[in-house]
């Protein structure tokens, strides 16, 4: 079992700046490839960035390009997630998710564990 905590949302104003991270326990996080996925308000899930297990591959969604990066500390078992120049529409839950793959995948169903998220909101 892998357990992750997300923390760092919050309310912004639109052009603000937020750092999210997820700290994992259990297993070897090291081990597992780890990605940043949101929802909005009657929205599905949607992928926004993933890394590999290593730190050494990152994939990033196209709305997220740009605007968005992700990072690792395995030291510290975390990842997290810089966005920068908020805009209303990144307003959601953000959930970090862990992939055995190793790989930064965008692919939903590959993810084997979840946090409970945290929300960001974004005012205009």
């Known amino acids: 079992q892998v357990q992750l905590v997300e923390s760092g949302g919050g309310l912004v104003q639109a052009g603000g700046s937020l750092r999210l991270s997820c700290a994992a326990s259990?297993?070897?996080?090291?081990?597992?490839?780890m990605g940043w996925f949101r929802q909005a308000p009657g929205k599905e899930r949607e992928f926004v960035s993933a890394?590999?297990?290593?730190?050494?591959?990152?994939n990033y969604a196209d709305s997220a390009k740009g605007r968005f990066t992700i990072s690792r500390d395995n030291a510290k078992n975390t990842v997290y997630l810089q966005i920068n120049s908020l805009k209303p529409e990144d307003t959601a839950v953000y959930y970090c998710?862990?992939?055995?793959?190793?790989?930064?995948?965008?692919?939903?169903?590959?993810?084997?564990?979840w946090g409970q998220g945290t929300q960001v909101t974004v005012s205009s």
């Open positions: 998710g862990a992939d055995w793959s190793g790989y930064a995948r965008s692919w939903y169903a590959g993810y084997d564990y």
């Open positions: 890394i590999s297990k290593s730190g050494s591959s990152t």
């Open positions: 259990g297993r070897t996080f090291s081990n597992y490839a």
